[in-house]
């Protein structure tokens, strides 16, 4: 899933390694691994950037919510 690829390059994972050892990433799945990516978002954002991925958090939505995070990805990536 190419939209996992781009989360893992984001989190720094090449070719899913995390640790020595592959990984299937699962942002799309799991709260568990998209709660991180969250958190890094969080730390690289600029005011304003976070409005639709908070929306879709207070309404605990994960699909929308990993939309919104491939978004600001794709947006942070295209202005850095």
């Known amino acids: 899933m190419k ?11 090449e070719d ?3 640790m020595g050892e ?4 699962k942002y799309h ?3 568990d691994w998209l ?5 890094k978002c969080f730390d690289v954002a ?3 950037d976070m409005d639709d991925i ?3 958090l207070q309404v605990a939505d994960r699909k929308p919510t990993y939309r919104a ?8 990536n295209k202005n850095k």
Do not use: C, R
């Open 29 to 31: 799945t799991s709260w």
């Open 69 to 76: 995070v491939i978004e600001f990805i794709n947006q942070y």
């Open 3 to 13: 939209d996992n690829k781009l989360i893992a390059e984001f989190m720094g994972m």
């Open 22 to 25: 592959y990984v299937t990433p």
């Open 46 to 48: 600029e005011d304003g």
């Open 54 to 56: 908070m929306h879709h």
């Open 16 to 18: 899913y390694q995390e």
């Open 35 to 39: 709660i991180p990516v969250i958190h």
